[in-house]
């Protein structure tokens, strides 16, 4: 079974500034998903950004990029010039194909003006 | 296009009651996913759907839950005599097809609390 780890449970950043999410996992599979999902107060789930293990290129949307290191098994998600409104849960998820996501605990990030 | 419905937003029972959730999946999706997030804690997977079938049920308990998702309306989850720890935000997602190409579409949840 596939498992996805946030050991950060709570992380804060200065406006502006930049921080990075850390996510390892475990599984057997050469072929799968990893993505970033954010869920603010509102509790909606929203997408961040999405990585193909079999591309080596790191995935980035706008300031939001990862570091993907398959080897490690680890995905982590930096953010850069960090905003007010970035503060959220964010969650790692896996994805092995055809099967079902599987969520990390979450890591609480507040952005400090 | 509307997102994926979710309703109610907020559900109050006492124990020992039902409770029913609804999810409206995006229009042209057919897969739909049930999960629970506990207080402080991530999302646990419940249940998926597919048009009037069960795909996996791994995640829901074996009592007094269910799960459908009939050929026409809405997928449900129901919730026999709940108890205080049935307390937490129901999330349905849905996508039209079960691969990481289409990516999980999140309603906003329903909170239920037991009292």
């Known amino acids: 079974a596939q498992t996805v780890t946030q050991s950060q449970p709570e992380m804060s950043v200065q406006e502006a500034e930049t921080v990075t999410l850390s996510c390892t996992y475990d599984?057997?599979?050469?072929?799968?998903?990893l993505f970033w999902y954010k869920q603010p107060p509102s509790r909606q789930m929203i997408l961040v950004i999405r990585?193909?293990?079999?591309?080596?290129q790191n995935a980035t949307e706008n300031r939001f990029s990862v570091n993907f290191q398959k080897a490690a098994k680890s995905f982590s998600l930096k953010i850069s010039d960090s905003q007010l409104g970035d503060t959220a849960m964010y969650f790692c998820?896996?994805?092995?194909?055809?099967?079902?996501?599987?969520f990390g605990p979450g890591t609480r990030l507040s952005v400090l003006p | 296009n509307a997102g994926v419905m979710q309703n109610p937003r907020h559900l109050v029972r006492r124990r020992g009651q039902e409770a029913r959730l609804r999810c409206s999946p995006m229009?042209?999706?057919?897969?739909v996913y049930w999960y629970r997030q506990l207080p402080e804690e991530g999302l646990k997977f419940m249940v998926y759907?597919?048009?009037?079938?069960?795909?996996?049920e791994s995640g829901m308990p074996k009592e007094r839950f269910s799960a459908e998702f009939p050929k026409e309306g809405p997928s449900i989850l129901r919730i026999q005599q709940v108890v205080r720890g049935d307390s937490a935000a129901y999330f349905c997602?849905?996508?039209?097809?079960?691969?990481?190409?289409?990516?999980?579409?999140f309603g906003n949840g329903t909170r239920l609390t037991v009292t």
């Open positions: 599984t057997s599979e050469s072929n799968y998903y």
């Open positions: 997602a849905s996508s039209p097809a079960p691969n990481p190409d289409s990516p999980l579409h």
């Open positions: 759907l597919q048009k009037e079938n069960i795909i996996d």
């Open positions: 990585q193909e293990a079999y591309k080596q």
């Open positions: 998820a896996f994805m092995g194909y055809g099967q079902n996501f599987v």
């Open positions: 229009k042209g999706h057919s897969h």
